[in-house]
């Protein structure tokens, strides 16, 4: 795979970017409220965050675009704007980064479960088509599908990406500690994860938000042993506390850092953080990542 006019030696671990919602909240979005309208509303906020991360090192760098979806925007009225709003989230991010990273067009969930009939397989292909189309349009080169917890929504997510853009996609699951190993909320495996994800066609397959990044050490062990691919995590800052109605996120930039040698030592290729991860986790992670790369040079 192609990373800045360069093929990807998967001995090199790249770092990928930090959290979006909670740095917009940070900002002054209002919870509850659609981010993605921020892209044509606030342009300028946007495009700080993503200058934040390319200025933290990081070499993945996603768009504003999490609940982009036509589905998803119909709660908000907005479903008709979708094409638009995807496309000027991947334009501002694609702005920034230029050639000194990739922008990344994120899709998350729809919000309607096929399990229950909310929607059906063809509604869902055609959103996520929609969506990767408009963020291929605006300047994302890779996408990434993430916070996944149904099987099913992920594969039509990765397929509809990659035949209507051709681009590398990243499948991303959100998997739960439980007794009998890592389980997405649907109840998935990391096994059916992997599987259904190299079938439709990922370049890269991980897993991402739900749980502290302590959480995710065994399931990049279980991820990287199920595929050959490149291995994508980005977890939590720890376990969210609730205060005043409110996530906070008491793991510190230096304690999230501490977790990444084991995740180099698993073999995992791209690492960043999620919810409650700042740039300042990026800049503690990256010497880190630096030092593994240096390896034997």
Known sequence: MDILGKEWNQDTVLLADGAWGTELLKLGL?????????????????????????????????????????????????????????????????????????????????????????????????????????????????????????????????????????????????????PGGPRTMMGHTPEECVK?????????????CGTGIENYIPAAREIRQLTKLPVWIKANAGIPELVNSKAVYRMTPDEYASYIPELLKIGVNVIGGCCGTTPEFIKKMKPVIDGFNMRGK
């Not at 479903?79 to 998350?108: C, H, M, P, W, Y």
């Not at 190299?198 to 890269?204: I, L, N, P, R, T």
């Open 30 to 178: 209002v919870q509850g409220d659609p981010p993605e309208i921020w892209n044509t509303e606030h342009p300028d906020k946007i495009k700080s965050i993503a200058q934040s991360y390319l200025e933290a090192g990081s070499v993945f760098i996603l768009t504003n675009t999490f609940g982009g979806s036509r589905i998803r925007m119909e709660r908000h009225g907005l479903a008709d704007r979708a094409f638009e709003l995807n496309r000027k989230g991947a334009q501002l991010t694609a702005e920034i980064v230029q050639d000194r990273a990739i922008a990344v067009g994120d899709i998350g969930p729809t919000g309607k479960m096929l399990i229950m009939g909310e929607v059906t397989e063809q509604q869902m292909y055609d959103s996520f088509s929609e969506q990767a189309s408009a963020l291929k349009e605006g300047g994302a080169s890779w996408i990434l599908i993430e916070t996944m917890s149904d099987v099913n929504e992920m594969g039509i997510a990765v397929r509809a990406s990659v035949k209507t853009t051709g681009l590398p996609v990243i499948a991303s699951m959100t998997y739960d500690p439980t």
């Open 196 to 208: 259904r994800a190299e079938q439709e066609g990922a370049s890269v397959i991980g897993a991402n």
